[in-house]
């Protein structure tokens, strides 16, 4: 996929890194690979005012729960609570950026040789994160990133907007909501009670009024 070599303009893509590492706490090359990862996808979709008027338009899916998931939040403005980031835990330095009205999307990854190339930029330095840091801050988009046209299908309970529906599991007594449900033999489970969850119950009392509130 074709993509412009050049790296943003210093003063817009200096203003963003801030911002990024003012919410995020500190800088680091995660932080200046998820700013460009968010400079480079949301151009590449056509969105040009994702914290304004193309604030509707916009979903982002992050592979990651690193530095660079905070550095992509600060630029879009997409977040969990309003439903416009989606967690994928692959693992993976990638994101995909979808434009709801376009259904443009395009999958951003980091290059894997992109250390290498850092190190060669700036071998002088003693920390090595140093030296990516600011060889992140010039390397072309092609040197840092590979880039993919992708389709995107998203369900209706996975849009942003209120709760389209909300079950009780058969199991637990909790309620589910979203689609996240999950039929086995004729019962409505939740997932942890389907497949096993990542917390362990240490008493079986539990408040039993707060599950049909």
Known sequence: ????????????????????????????????LGVRMSILGLREIGIREPKGRDRKN??????????????????TGC?????????????????????L?????????AREDSRRKAKELFPD?????????????VMADEELFAVMAVTVALAPEDMPGRPLRR??????GEHVQDGREVCRKGKVLCVPCASGGYYRQESSQCNSSALNT
């Open 125 to 137: 330095r003693e920390n090595k994160y140093a030296g990516q840091t600011e060889a992140y801050k």
């Open 58 to 75: 916009i979903i982002v899916f992050v592979e990651m729960d690193r530095c660079a998931a905070d550095a992509i939040q600060s630029v």
């Open 167 to 172: 079950v009780r599991c058969d199991s637990c």
């Open 101 to 109: 009205k376009t259904r443009k999307a395009v999958r951003v990854l």
């Open 79 to 99: 977040s969990l609570g309003h439903r416009t980031m989606k967690f994928l835990d692959y693992g993976k330095m990638a994101a995909t950026f979808l434009n």
């Open 1 to 32: 996929m074709t993509m412009q070599s050049t790296a943003p303009s210093p003063s817009d893509f200096e203003q963003l890194l801030a911002e990024s590492v003012r919410i995020h706490g500190h800088l680091c090359p995660g932080q200046v």
